[in-house]
């Protein structure tokens, strides 16, 4: 179905764009999951062509409630349709209710399905960064004995502090000892770690933080990806502050 306006004219209008809208919300209802597919992948397109608030809030709303009713073979495209119109999530005027449709998902019984909800809140961090509710969760998550649900809640963290700092003082202690663990992947271990780069800001944090990217560049049982992101780290956090460059450079004068 082509989402574009027979003229001009039509393509100004609200109404048209409305009932594209619910054209659009009927077919992703429908039985064949192919038409589905092919109904989810439009939204960017419209709202590209009508960003209107109303228009927006309404249409991430339906894909909310999408998102909740469907299987995790729709919610994949779902949460990428997230990811594709992000420049339109500031326009959405329920961001709250938007979000407890996707936590329904986040608190379900189905890894995967926790998974892409992850996926999503990550895609959408740009509005969902600053909710309690959202951060709890994701802290929540990490103590999930499945590695992509791991994997998913890191890269969602990650995401989370580029539009909420202070997001970090909520999963510090749970970061530090994912970071800390030789069982995690070094993978993950690593995104941890850069991760820790946003207590730049926060001298307390980044004081306590110094300490623990000397052990990581230093332990002999590091390996190398390790050794740089905490040596990335550690240069970050020194920046910013004197009062770490000097404890700095008394700890490398004890080395030459």
Not at 13 to 33: G, I, N, V, Y
Not at 131 to 143: G, K, M, N, T, V
Request: aromatic letters at 8%; charged letters at 20%; hydrophobic letters at 40%.
């Amino acid at each position: 179905m082509s989402t574009v306006a027979p003229n001009s004219d039509t393509a100004r209008s609200s109404d048209w764009a409305f009932k594209q809208l619910f054209k659009l919300e009927s077919k992703c209802r429908s039985p064949t999951p192919a038409l589905q597919v092919e109904a989810i992948g439009e939204f960017p397109k419209l709202l590209d062509q009508f960003p209107f608030p109303t228009l927006v809030s309404s249409a991430f709303l339906k894909l909310g409630d999408l998102f909740r009713s469907s299987p995790n073979s729709l919610r994949y495209h779902i949460a990428q349709v997230f990811g594709a119109s992000q420049q339109h999530l500031a326009q959405i005027t329920q961001t709250e209710e938007l979000l407890k449709r996707i936590l329904v998902v986040l608190y379900s019984n189905d890894p995967i399905a926790r998974v892409l909800a992850l996926r999503l809140i990550g895609n959408a961090s740009l509005i969902f960064a600053k909710f309690p509710e959202a951060q709890h969760s994701i802290l929540l998550r990490y103590q999930s004995s499945h590695p992509l649900e791991i994997v998913a809640a890191v890269q969602t963290t990650e995401s989370m502090l580029s539009y909420s700092p202070e997001f970090l003082e909520v999963v510090w202690e749970t970061v530090l000892s994912k970071a800390d663990d030789p069982d995690v992947l070094d993978s993950v271990r690593v995104q941890l770690i850069r991760s820790l780069q946003h207590a730049a800001p926060n001298l307390m944090l980044s004081t306590l933080l110094y300490s623990h990217c000397q052990h990581w560049a230093c332990d002999t049982d590091s390996t190398n990806i390790i050794r740089c992101a905490a040596m990335d780290t550690w240069k970050a956090i020194i920046q910013r502050h004197n009062e770490l460059q000097s404890v700095d450079a008394k700890h490398i004068s004890g080395y030459v």
